[in-house]
């Protein structure tokens, strides 16, 4: 009897803090459905997106490679044609591979078409999506205003809310991410004075449980045979709005306190600074907004919450939680004002640091099961992941992160990373016109050890935090003269200049198909080069129309 084949639910959410889970200490919020995966897997407690904006961070989980590497640096670059990602590696395998919910993939169509890709055949759909089988592509991002759509795609979902007896051709706009007030005008979810009231959709029918629906039809049709789904929630990502109950769960008191300080603003980075004035950052600095916003994020939170809950149910009673790794993430965090900010895009904790938990079902997991490791892990670590999980062998020229299955297994390998990367480019952002920067310069880097943390700023001095003795990151020591932050510049300077250094473009040939051309195997097919005369040559690769001339004496 053949062993079960093994599945992979890849789940993520939009804009989830890491530590917005109560099993990573959050003091209010309760999220008992992830702690339980939690319970059965891996926490992981440094785990860093590798990039703080939803295109760039999930271009590198898709593909397994850094932002500098695939190039789709920020939302709507497209990802070029040609980049392998998780379908082009786990279908070798067998293994389908399957898409519910939101990627925020452009596709690369200038070079579709130069390479002449049908848009509509298969591989000219998986092109476009990522590397996966469409089931259900939703960014959930369906505004409207002069110049048209957001997103001009109209999502099934819209049909599913009509179908239920909402009326308009934009439910997601008009139902799901909108409230009324007593008179029954339209709120909406846009203006977050309106996040404490709650959404004009039914719980039931929000995205969130519409999506877990849709996962669970696409796992009934698969059968035996193998899959990997990634379950794309686009939520707690603004708009910031709940249905009810949810909206009601959490309250003003259940806001922490903001992560800032007033000398974060004495005289900051030129480049928080301008941060710090974009318009979300000035909104977020107050509190009557984190009071009205944060519980509505919480809420959103309870609701996934439970949307894992009735997706393990259903798995558990077809058989396949004992032979699917399940990993739990985020794209990236929430500032939610702290350090002043809004929204996402710079390099505090609350940004750039992910929650990631994985459940291995295998036994050689067992010894791990409810454990938190504090390695440095990112984002581009899944794919390997899951190459190794369904067979297979990661390309460690095409896929540069490193497969966890060392750390789920109680092991921590000697040469693991000591340092981890995130980059961002801001060249679309009104920090970078307020900067004076061309778009090739309004770049940012980030390089953490998991003790200090730099952020290299094309153009100006670094920033720098110690995360010991600085934990909130309240002071920037990228300027200080101190001998030992001079020390502490130069060491992550260098560590991110030999990552600049790496080798990441040579995807179309491995270091094993070159080492076996080494050892002068041209000879074999004829190359000789600089040999003086035929006697030089061993026998066998002497010709016999070459002999005579071999032997001839000098």
């Known amino acids: ?278 318009r979300v950052g000035r909104v977020f600095s107050r509190d009557e907004v984190r009071a009205a916003v944060i519980p509505a994020y919480m809420g959103l939170i309870a609701q996934i919450d439970d949307q894992i809950g009735a997706l393990m149910d259903f798995m558990r009673a077809r058989g396949l939680l004992e032979n699917t790794m399940i990993v739990f993430t985020s794209d990236h965090g929430d500032y939610l004002g702290d350090h002043w900010l809004g929204e996402k895009d710079l390099f505090h904790e609350p940004s750039v640091k992910v929650p990631m938990i994985v459940v291995d079902p295998s036994p050689a997991a067992d010894a791990t099961r409810g454990t938190v490791v504090d390695a440095l892990v990112e984002s581009i670590d899944l794919a390997p992941t899951f190459v190794t999980w369904c067979g297979g062998t990661p390309e460690s020229h095409r896929l540069e992160g490193l497969a966890l299955q060392p750390l789920l297994h109680g092991a921590r390998p000697a040469h693991w990373r000591q340092y981890a990367i995130s980059e961002y480019d801001y060249s679309v952002l009104p920090a970078s016109s307020a900067l004076g920067l061309a778009p090739m310069d309004a770049r940012l880097f980030m390089v953490t050890d998991g003790r200090w943390k730099l952020v290299h700023a094309e153009g100006f001095r670094p920033m720098l935090w110690d995360l010991e003795h600085d934990p909130e990151e309240f002071h920037d020591l990228g300027g200080d003269p101190s001998p030992d932050c001079a020390a502490q510049r130069l060491r992550l300077m260098d560590a991110l200049n030999r990552w600049a250094r790496r080798q990441s473009q040579r995807t179309a040939i491995s270091d094993a198909q070159i080492q076996a051309r080494r050892g002068g195997k041209s000879q074999r097919t004829g190359i000789l080069i600089g040999f003086w005369d035929e006697r030089e040559l061993p026998e066998e690769l002497v010709p016999a129309k070459w002999r005579a001339a071999r032997d001839r004496p000098d």
């Open 1 to 278: 009897m053949s062993a079960p084949a093994r599945n992979v639910l890849f789940i993520m959410c939009d804009q989830l803090r890491w530590d917005y889970l109560s099993c990573a200490g959050h003091p209010t919020l309760r999220t008992p459905h992830i702690d339980a995966l939690a319970a059965r897997g891996v926490r992981f407690s440094r785990a860093y997106c590798q990039s703080p904006v939803c295109g760039s961070s999930r271009m590198s989980f898709y593909t397994g490679r850094y932002v500098q590497s695939h190039g789709a640096a920020w939302n709507n670059f497209p990802l070029k044609v040609g980049e392998m990602t998780l379908g082009d590696h786990l279908r070798p395998l067998g293994v389908r591979t399957a898409l519910v919910g939101k990627t925020h993939m452009k596709a690369d169509t200038e070079g579709m078409l130069r390479l002449g890709i049908d848009p509509e055949s298969v591989i000219g759909v998986r092109v476009a999506e990522c590397g996966f089988d469409p089931y259900e592509r939703d960014d959930g991002l369906h505004g409207s205003g002069p110049d048209g759509k957001y997103d001009p795609r109209t999502p099934r979902y819209n049909a599913y809310l009509k179908s239920l007896g909402y009326d308009g051709d934009n439910g997601w706009d008009d139902w799901a991410n909108a409230a009324e007030d007593d008179s029954g005008n339209l709120l909406s979810g846009w203006f977050m004075r309106h996040a404490r009231r709650p959404a004009r959709v039914k719980a039931e029918h929000a995205e969130t449980p519409y999506m877990t629906r849709r996962a669970m039809e696409f796992i009934d049709e698969q059968g035996d045979a193998p899959w990997c789904l990634h379950l794309s929630y686009i939520k707690p990502h603004w708009p910031y709005i709940a249905p009810a109950p949810y909206h009601a769960m959490y309250g003003p008191s259940d806001v922490l306190p903001a992560v800032r300080c007033e000398a974060e603003r004495a005289d900051p980075h030129p480049v928080y600074r301008a941060f710090m004035d974009h």
